[in-house]
């Protein structure tokens, strides 16, 4: 168990529909992070946020936003969703907001299947 | 950004055997992580490695960052190190290989 929390564990929705998607970090980290495992892409970093600020975007779609509160957990919203869409999304944290410069541990994903 | 290879793509092993998989960058990197995922599909954490040599029970890594490579050893394999494994590295964010998919045959 690697200490990130990860909810739902599987979504299932239709295309055009929005979902959120949450994730709560380690105790103590102050980066979350977002990933998207497809099949024909790999795993692709998509957000970074530090203690709550925006400090890193990757391929990121203008459909998709997030967000980190002041308890530190974050939420990923998918919007206009598309059947491409469809793959696990994980969250990881690590302690520091340094450039990739230190662990991330990786929460147990989420499967979104859009149908 | 950089690039991360990695290979085989493709491992079948006899359960007892030992194996190396190996991870090249295309520039250097200030994070590098090994990654296994289970067939249940979670990412769990082998190492965090940038340089040097780790090792954990049946399981060591080293890093030669001059190179821009990284090796993972498993000795002794078992059926339930089965999965893929992923090498991830980063001048910001990760950027991980396609992962060598392993098998290990009873």
């Known amino acids: 168990d690697s200490g990130v929390t990860q909810t739902p564990k599987h979504l299932i929705t239709a295309t ?46 203008e459909r998709f936003s997030a967000q980190q509160f002041p308890d530190l957990h974050s939420e990923l919203n998918l919007s206009s969703l598309e059947l491409g869409d469809s793959a696990l999304y994980f969250c990881a944290s690590s302690a520091l907001g340094s450039g990739g410069a230190d662990t991330q541990y990786f929460g147990p994903g989420t499967r979104l299947t859009v149908l | 950004g950089i690039q991360v290879e990695q290979s085989p793509p493709d491992l079948i092993l006899q359960e007892g055997a030992n194996s190396t998989l190996r991870c090249n960058f295309s520039d250097s990197v200030n994070n590098l992580q090994w990654f296994h995922q289970n067939p249940w599909g979670q990412l769990i954490n082998l190492f965090y ?34 999965g893929v494994y992923f090498c991830a590295g980063s001048q910001g964010n990760l950027i991980f290989g396609k992962g060598t998919k392993l098998s290990v045959k009873p």
């Open chain 1, 16 to 61: 055009g529909q929005r979902v959120t998607l949450r994730c709560s970090p380690r105790s103590g980290d102050l980066s979350v992070y977002w990933y998207q495992q497809s099949l024909d892409q790999g795993l692709q970093f998509l957000i970074q946020y530090y203690n709550g600020e925006e400090r890193a975007k990757g391929n990121i779609l």
């Open chain 2, 49 to 82: 490695i940038p340089s040097g040599t780790k090792q954990n029970g049946r399981l060591s890594a080293t890093t030669v960052a001059t190179e821009r490579y990284s090796l993972l050893y498993i000795s002794s394999s078992q059926t339930t190190d089965s």
